[in-house]
């Protein structure tokens, strides 16, 4: 059974700092490019960001270059966002996306919400 778990969302003040996890299990881990989306309420999901499967390339929306980073620990079957700086217009559901060729794998998703 393949599932995506996130973890690390919650309540912080603008300019504050989060770190999301996701691991994955029921999967070759190291095979699957992974991606962090998020949602927002009345909006579309977005892409925030994505890393390839061994690290060396990854991926940011614009609006969270240089305050976001994404990264993975292969021996641990975990991806990770380092959200810092965090705004206001931040604030939504996290998820995280396993994808190899056109298989997908979804989490259930972490609420993160930015406000004083």
């Known amino acids: 059974q393949v599932q995506l778990v996130e973890s690390g969302g919650g309540l912080v003040q603008p300019g504050g700092s989060l770190r999301l996890s996701c691991v994955a299990s029921?999967?070759?881990?190291?095979?699957?490019?992974m991606r962090w989306y998020r949602q927002a309420p009345g909006k579309e999901r977005e892409l925030v960001a994505d890393?390839?499967?061994?690290?060396?390339?990854?991926y940011y929306l614009d609006s969270v270059k240089g305050r976001f980073t994404i990264s993975r620990d292969n021996a641990k079957n975990t991806v990770y966002l380092q959200m810092n700086s965090l705004k206001s217009e931040d604030t939504a559901v996290y998820y995280c996306?396993?994808?190899?060729?056109?298989?997908?794998?979804w989490g259930q998703g972490t609420q993160v919400t930015v406000s004083s």
């Open positions: 996306r396993g994808s190899l060729g056109y298989v997908d794998h």
């Open positions: 029921g999967i070759t881990f190291s095979r699957y490019a």
């Open positions: 890393i390839t499967s061994a690290g060396e390339n990854s």
